[in-house]
């Protein structure tokens, strides 16, 4: 069956560190999102892309960035990671308009 | 910018309530509207969608363009309904979803 994987689950780092989180689909969606998920602020676009090469920011975008050289893997970098990015992220993908977007079971990122 | 408004952050009703969990959007076109659900430690899974006009265990939602709400609504709630519901919209950005800030369903027994 098509699935969305993301990878680690859980990670700790430390102030300063660069981190990479995995996001890696199996449905050939073009379309590919990475959120973050804080209390009292609900899911908030981070980057998003419409197909290979493309990437564009979202809502809050300052310190991470993507890159997308295939279909299938949307992989999310925290340049220098900061407390204010602990926070459980999600990737999901969808293929186009009035579809449904499929969600990654979610990293939970401690920066200490 | 496309914005999703829940106003409530927190509802709670006994087994058997009505349940209605609010939600506005500010696309002027005409958006496309999602209700998704995350059950505790879960991930984020679609609930029902407006193009659809289905109802999915028991809820519906209703697009009103004139108050450009799309309210989750079910009659009877059960305790496995607990759970945190996103409204999110797609528009004329693309296919990017926006989200609301959620809304905590807690069903007491």
């Known amino acids: 069956d098509a699935e969305i994987t993301q990878s680690p689950r859980h990670k700790i780092t430390e102030t300063g560190r660069q981190v990479t989180l995995a996001c890696h689909q199996t449905w050939n969606h073009n379309n590919m999102f990475w959120y973050r998920q804080d209390l009292g602020h609900g899911l908030r676009l981070i980057h998003y892309s419409y197909g290979v090469q493309d990437t564009n920011k979202g809502e809050v975008s300052d310190g991470y960035s993507v890159s997308r050289s295939n279909t299938e893997d949307l992989p999310l970098t925290l340049e220098s990671a900061a407390s204010s990015q602990t926070s459980v992220y999600f990737c999901?993908?969808?293929?186009?308009?009035?579809?449904?977007?499929?969600f990654g079971q979610g990293t939970r990122l401690t920066v200490v | 910018a496309q914005r999703v408004t829940q106003p409530e952050k927190l509802l709670s009703v006994f087994k058997g309530a009505p349940v209605e969990l609010k939600c506005n959007y500010s696309y002027s076109g005409s958006p496309e509207l999602f209700w998704y659900v995350q059950y505790s430690r879960q991930r984020l899974q679609l609930l029902l969608r407006?193009?659809s006009r289905e109802s999915i265990k028991g809820f519906t939602a209703d697009l009103n363009k004139g108050e450009t709400s799309f309210h989750l609504k079910k009659p009877f709630a059960q305790e496995e309904d607990s759970a945190m519901y996103y409204c999110?919209?797609?528009?004329?950005?693309?296919?990017?979803?926006?989200f609301g800030g959620g809304t905590r369903l807690m069903v007491k027994p």
């Open positions: 999901a993908s969808r293929s186009g308009a009035a579809t449904e977007a499929f």
């Open positions: 999110a919209q797609a528009g004329n950005a693309g296919n990017m979803l926006t």
């Open positions: 407006h193009i």
